[in-house]
């Protein structure tokens, strides 16, 4: 089993940035990748960003604006986000798989409890 915990949510205003971090513990895989995916209220969840050990990959409505990094010592991913907008209001879920087409497509067995972001106008 693979446990993972998101911290690092809130509340911002428009224009402002937050950095959200996922801890992995339990079972590690060989090699893996990191990701996180968001759901606002009434919409599906949608994929944001991940990354692996040696590529990234991002939605495009958030290119230019959130960087995903990971700290392989600490297991650990992370998510800047800077420009924030009313629109990435959700609650952001972080996910692990043994490659990234896996954690992209969201097509994993582990996730996070999810952190709540909340952008205000």
């Known amino acids: 089993q693979v446990q993972l915990v998101e911290s690092g949510g809130g509340l911002v205003q428009a224009g402002g940035s937050l950095r959200l971090s996922c801890a992995a513990s339990?079972?590690?895989?060989?090699?893996?990748?990191m990701g996180w995916f968001r759901q606002a209220p009434g919409k599906e969840r949608e994929f944001v960003a991940a990354?692996?050990?040696?590529?990234?990959a991002y939605a495009d409505s958030v290119k230019g604006r959130f960087t995903v990094s990971g700290d392989n010592a600490k297991n650990t991913v992370y998510l800047q986000m800077n420009s924030l907008k009313p629109e990435d209001t959700a609650v952001y879920y972080c996910?692990?798989?043994?490659?990234?087409?896996?954690?992209?497509?969201?097509?994993?067995?582990?996730w996070g409890q999810g952190t709540q972001v909340t952008v205000s106008s």
């Open positions: 990354v692996s050990w040696s590529s990234t």
């Open positions: 996910n692990i798989g043994a490659t990234l087409g896996a954690v992209v497509a969201g097509t994993v067995h582990y």
């Open positions: 339990g079972r590690t895989f060989s090699s893996y990748a």
